[in-house]
């Protein structure tokens, strides 16, 4: 469903005045201003007070707020029968166990504001939805071609693999090439990259770090883009020849599709693979833990929720998990090590040993051959449409 004139639903909680708009001014009232009685386009805190009107209505219908995510409410009834709603601004996505459940929701909406049925969800916020036997697929083929035509790619050749082995940028010591349509391009890969194609991540994540000054090899590289919980955590050490730094990512499955995935750089150094590999399992011990209260809140998620399980390829890194006295110097994997122990001892996440030839992350730290690239992108449930 979307919402029409989304923000004039928004009340006021405070005096708002403005000038009178040109051609509206009244005859001899030149000197007046009008005092805004509703929300209006174009104020600061619009969006605010149009979400704080979405949840008075929805909560006095009897929904949940989930608290991970404000943007997610849902009611269920003692059968575990009931829907859930997702709204991003004014597009709402809704869900039920039974089409009654979400008729019944759009009916309680369209009463409470101005809305347009949308019908069977087919495209949400660039993501094309398509039902398959065995289940849901989404998908940006769509995207991608808007993309490749806004940058005249359309005619690019297809690459085996994005980031192979043999690929070493180097920072741009000379005059920046195209500096603004470089990093509009990476903007508009980023956002494919965060909803359908973690297989990306990586060299969009290498790329991105040049978006201030790119030099003509960045621009060549950015042409080459075509029930149960478990994550994969992984770092490389020492994959940035200019500054020493290591790579960390993660990827967590949800019955065998990938909902989350990160590569990125971290914040702090390391002096080893050890180190580097524990900094990327507290990041996606935070992660775990956000998603578990996500779905905690979700009635017909099993209760109790069992520990996630977070697999990593280091011996060295899951002795130190279970350990439970930290007896290094550095700080700041002191404070890491506090928080995987209670995240473990609190049943939150269990960590495992998995050999890296498993591990489905190795292409989110590292530029690898096509094979091993093709290996992960089918185990994260990505297939050819």
Request: neutral net charge; aromatic residues 8%.
């Amino acid at each position: 469903m979307d919402v029409k004139t989304t923000f004039l639903n928004g009340d006021l909680e405070e005096e708002v005045y403005m000038k009178q708009p040109e051609d509206f001014i009244m005859p001899g009232m030149e000197h007046k201003v009008c005092k805004l009685v509703k929300s209006l386009y174009g104020l600061k805190q619009a969006p605010k007070q149009w979400h704080q009107k979405f949840d008075e209505v929805v909560l006095s219908n009897g929904f949940m707020l989930n608290q991970a995510d404000k943007c997610l409410d849902s009611k269920f009834d003692t059968s575990d029968n009931g829907v859930i709603i997702c709204l991003y601004v004014d597009d709402m996505l809704i869900f039920g166990t039974n089409q009654n459940q979400v008729d019944r929701t759009k009916e309680f909406l369209s009463s409470s504001f101005s809305m347009k049925d949308m019908g069977e969800a087919e495209v949400i916020l660039g993501i094309r939805i398509k039902r398959e036997n065995k289940g849901i697929a989404i998908m940006q083929s769509h995207y991608i071609e808007k993309v490749l035509k806004k940058f005249n790619y359309v005619d690019c050749s297809p690459v085996s693999t994005l980031y192979g082995p043999s690929v070493k940028l180097m920072p741009n010591s000379g005059e920046a090439v195209s500096q603004l349509k470089y990093s509009t391009a990476i903007g508009c890969l980023m956002y494919l990259m965060t909803s359908t194609r973690p297989d990306i991540a990586f060299a969009i994540g290498k790329l991105s770090r040049s978006s201030s000054n790119p030099s003509a090899q960045h621009r060549q590289e950015i042409r080459q883009f075509p029930s149960v919980l478990e994550g994969y955590s992984d770092a490389s050490w020492i994959t940035n020849l200019e500054d020493h730094s290591s790579t960390s990512g993660w990827v967590y499955l949800l019955r065998g599709g990938a909902i989350s995935r990160a590569s990125k750089k971290p914040t702090c150094i390391t002096r080893s693979t050890m180190e580097s590999e524990f900094v990327a399992l507290a990041a996606v011990g935070k992660e775990a833990e956000w998603l578990r209260n996500l779905v905690h809140e979700i009635s017909f998620w099993p209760k109790p929720i069992s520990p996630i399980s977070i697999c990593c390829v280091s011996v060295a890194t899951l002795s130190k998990a279970y350990n439970q006295v930290y007896n290094g110097k550095s700080r700041h994997l002191g404070v890491r090590h506090n928080m995987i122990r209670e995240l473990i001892m609190n049943g939150v996440v269990s960590v495992e040993l998995l050999w890296s030839q498993q591990n489905l992350t190795d292409h989110l730290t590292k530029g690898l051959a096509m094979d091993l690239v093709h290996k992960s992108v089918i185990g994260m449930g990505l297939k050819s449409i």
